[in-house]
């Protein structure tokens, strides 16, 4: 905590029932435990707990137990001494202190043991290793034991974790945690800090507000359903000529489903994100997993996948042949650049879904932040908001950038772009598909759109059509709408139902 107060105005999102009545009414709120939370790997609180020597031994010697260490290592040990005593000098705490962090924490578990056996106490154990002095050996163990806690999540079963958000207008935290929607940002906390405490005072409900609340409660859930609609791109490397932008739209209750299970797949395999490329070739996050491993974490996610999306969304594009027939002004005003081509193709297969099932009501578009396609995908969504037939046709509520790591729903974005635009390459060389796609595309219902060579020069006419009164316009959807009644055919590949 700093030594000033401060304060802190937070929010808490809510779904309409008894509990957030009842919260209301006692202003008072529930504290978690961390094993209860929907992604229990995302909780880790550093733990600074001020340890004697004795403590120290005596922590060490019951969190690691000896069938830890080899019997060889103890044996080994008894030969190095010639005795039933092990000499622990200056000399040999200096070449510990240089090993790796797995032989430090072998021998440690090891000569704790071993004093132990040998009849001393914790406190001659903690002398032997000079532990009652500050010593560098002193800073590794407690932290090498400090970091042992958290992995195993000790704090877990005594502490209580309460979530806030420093917002009250983030469509993300509407859709997952106020029931799609439809709940509401409940309470102001104010968190007021100092040195030594930490005080939430909930702001009292306006008068009214407790009354209309029981009355919404017993109205129940409505049908309108709520989309996240995560998209990624593959392909947009110097090396590749076949760019793919695609993504997965989910429920939000299905999307807080798909995010937990995720994340446990996630720590099953100890992987910070899952990245497919890294995964196809075994490189970065995924270099310590074996070719099985790694067949086993992409079988899962796929797994994962059409257990919880509703529908998927891909369209792939020559990009070497898109710019040899479009790299000039007129054209790349009227068509964009491949990436925006693609991206509007999407989004406009997006409109045609939402128009063909009423009950999606609202979507919200989430991009990977930070990608050289931001600014582009940024723009377009923008303007879908800004005309009003584009934004109901493709039930625009909000567009977002997050980090992938962050978001779940972009990592299996990724996969099937990846998934996508291999598939699209393997067609154009006349192979067969891979078995994980197949496996992927299987019973997931898709728009999807392959802009090959040859249907990339009836974009021509397109081009043509937008310099005519027909043509023009700020709706892309409109005027794409108008030049297929004009040729009286589609330019894209075959859409699936």
Known sequence: MEDAAASLTLYKYRAINDWSIDT???????????????????????????????QLVESYEKRFKIDYVAPELLDAMMSHSGSQSFPISQEFIQGFLSTNEDNRSLFTIAIVHFLREQGLTSQEIATRLNLDKDSELRKRLESE??????????????????????????????????????????????????????????????PGWLSMLEALSSWGATDIVFVEA??????????????????????????????????????????????????????????????????????????????RVRRAFAV???????????DDPVSLEALGEPYTWCLRMCLTEVGKWCQR?????????????????????????????????????????????????????????DLLAWQWAKNFKRIAERKSSRLDFVSLVRG????????????????????EFRKTEAGKG?????????????RLSSPYGRVKA
Not at 28 to 37: E, G, H, N, Q, V
Not at 155 to 172: C, F, I, K, M, T
Not at 449 to 463: E, M, P, R, T, Y
Not at 474 to 486: G, N
Request: with cysteine; proline share 4%; net charge negative.
């Open 24 to 54: 209301l009414r006692s202003g008072s709120m529930w504290f978690s435990l961390p094993a209860k939370l929907n992604d229990t790997f995302e909780f880790s609180v550093p733990i600074f707990i001020p340890m004697s020597a004795v």
């Open 145 to 206: 034991l400090r970091e042992a806690y958290e992995r195993n999540q000790s704090v877990g079963s005594h502490l209580g974790v309460l979530s806030l958000s420093a917002r009250n207008d983030d469509p993300l935290m509407w859709a997952h945690y106020a029931d799609s929607c439809r709940g509401i940002c409940m309470v102001r906390i104010y968190l007021t800090k100092d040195a030594n405490a930490a005080t939430l005072e909930i702001d009292d409900p306006q």
């Open 230 to 307: 995560y998209f990624d791109e593959s392909g947009t490397h110097h090396a590749s000529h076949v760019l793919c932008v695609a993504g997965y739209a989910m429920e939000a209750p299905q999307a807080r489903l798909f995010e937990r299970e995720w994340r446990e797949l996630l720590g099953r395999y100890q992987l910070p994100y899952f990245h497919m490329s890294e995964c196809a070739h075994g490189t970065v996050a995924f270099k310590h997993l074996s070719m099985a491993e790694r067949i086993e974490v992409e079988t899962r996610a796929i797994g994962i996948i059409k257990r």
């Open 316 to 326: 792939t594009i020559d990009e070497t042949e898109y710019m040899r027939l479009f």
């Open 357 to 413: 099932y009423p009950d999606v009501e609202k979507v919200s578009y989430i991009f990977e932040s930070g990608h050289a396609s931001q600014t582009q995908a940024n723009r377009i969504l923008t303007e879908t908001n800004a005309v009003p037939i584009t934004r109901e046709n493709r039930r625009y509520l909000s567009h977002s950038f997050v980090g992938k790591k962050d978001a779940c729903g972009l990592q299996a974005a």
């Open 444 to 463: 997931v219902p898709a728009n999807t759109g392959n802009f090959d060579a040859a249907l990339l020069q009836n974009l021509k006419s397109f081009v």
């Open 474 to 486: 700020d709706d892309f959807d409109t005027v794409m709408a108008a030049w297929q009644r004009s």
